[in-house]
């Protein structure tokens, strides 16, 4: 049975919310992917950050094991450098076997409370 | 006598493989600086023979081990020293558990040498890249109640001073002297040969245990004293702690009713201590040392200003350590226990606003900045800080009359010590 999944990927819209309300890190706004790795090999990843107005950034390495799944919230990526908060960025995502990314932002800046998710786009 | 290469080379960075031409940099890139020339002598009368001609021709020596520093101890433009040939293990004591080691080697090589001869250091700092004068002469610091800084284990050795002299001493015939040099950042003379108070080797568990800054702040104290090493990381941008324990094997507190365990592993100290030696990316640092309660009031001052003013730039967590109080006269932890705050950018986004934003509450809680580390303040308000200054002027001045040892930056922070010395 062939593995689904993509090897590049895309999140166009990022912006990770700056404001916050509520207890922490339950209610932290954020950008979050969830990157599941359903195959039998562990899973490398280059993230790269591109901006409107300055230089991409990148890549953030991760890893996912095989047949397992990862969320990691884009507030709390570091290296090469932290992304800003409350900034317009893209992130192209790319594997070295086939995952599948989902794109969640949590919005809590607001007293009603904002969830968007969804799967991001596949190139490859 | 002969201090050439005895034992394998790191593969850490080398002032005497660097071309003066090129200009240098620290490890971080936020201190740029060319001297005049470096040097890389083979022996403890050649060092001798570059600072006498140095003293009498009025030029300065400046010697740099790996290049961590973020302060302007290491930026010369005139002579730079490097230690590489001042290194490895040259003679040990296994009754009192010390040895003679070269100043230039670099603590991973130290911790594997002393490994395999059945010796340890009592503790390391984050990172083990340093070269042991750099770490001695810079208060470099690992974390727990019971734990000195590095510099306390210097019980004697052998060094160049200002005049071009060569000096040995001893803890037993020259305490004062030995409490004076411990953190000197260089100033009393260049150390060659360094004789260290050590342990027996020893295994340490290293857990790492992430949770709430709830969970954990009103129980600081409690963890503190319950593991050997502790300290604690605080992220700004999710109000997460992770608590970083080490103790003997099976002797680890289980914190699970409350946190989750990230990491858990046994090894050597030099395997197991430092956690950061091979990062990729390069980080700023600016760091204050206070006594131990006010460092806590100190931690919910700055954690209420960063959540407030700087969690839109700034996601590098805040490092929280302790240290054991100590009589080295220009310790960050002289006469106090000490607990110690580091902030953190990455050097590709601006540090110096965030840093220049924190300094002030970091100084109106009675905070000492470590020596290497970037901060502002001048000799006189740092004089103001350490009981011993004035002390420290008039033996740097019996030591080093003509400042050969100093940089222009140490020159500015020391000078009103040496006005004040005489």
Known sequence: MSVPGRQLWVIPGGCIPLASTGREPEFTSRDEVALLNPGETDASLEITIYYTTSEPVGPYALTIKARRMRQVRFNDLIFPEALPLGVEYAALIRSD???????????????NRALMGAVAYSIV | MSMGDREPQSDSWRASEHDTREGYQNWSGSLRFRPSRAVAPRSEEELAQIIGDA?????????????????????????????????????VDQKAHRAEVGAGTVLRDLGKRLSEIGLAMPNYGDVATQTIAGAIGTGTHGSGIDLYNLSMTLVG??????????KTFSLESDPDLVRAMRVSFGTLGILTRIELQLEPDYQLHRQEWCTTFDAVFPRLCEFAAENRNFDLYWYPRSDEVKLRCLNPPGEGPDYSSFAWLAESRTGAPHEVIPKHSDLPDKFDEMEYAFAADAARDCLLAIRDRIRSRWRRTVCWRVLYRFVKADDTWLSEAHARE????????????????????????FQSHGGRPHW?????????????????????????RELDPDGVLLTPYLRGLLAPQMEAAR
Request: charged share 15%; aromatic share 10%; hydrophobic share 35%.
């Open chain 1, 97 to 111: 076997v086939p995952i599948v990314v989902q794109f969640t932002r949590y919005d809590t800046g607001r007293t």
């Open chain 2, 55 to 91: 003293s009498r021709q009025g030029r300065t020596v400046r010697p740099v081990g790996s290049m961590h520093s973020s302060t302007g101890i290491i930026a010369t433009d005139d002579i730079l020293v490097s230690l590489d040939h001042f290194r490895g293990v040259y003679s």
């Open chain 2, 157 to 166: 050795g052998s060094m160049v001073t200002g005049s071009g002299a060569i």
């Open chain 2, 338 to 361: 000490t607990a110690t705050i580091s902030l953190h950018q990455n050097s590709s986004l601006p540090f110096r606003d965030y840093f220049a934003d924190i300094e002030p509450i």
């Open chain 2, 372 to 396: 290497a580390k970037i901060h502002t303040m001048t000799g006189a308000q740092l004089g103001a800080r350490y009981p011993m200054w004035r002390r420290f002027g008039q033996l740097r």
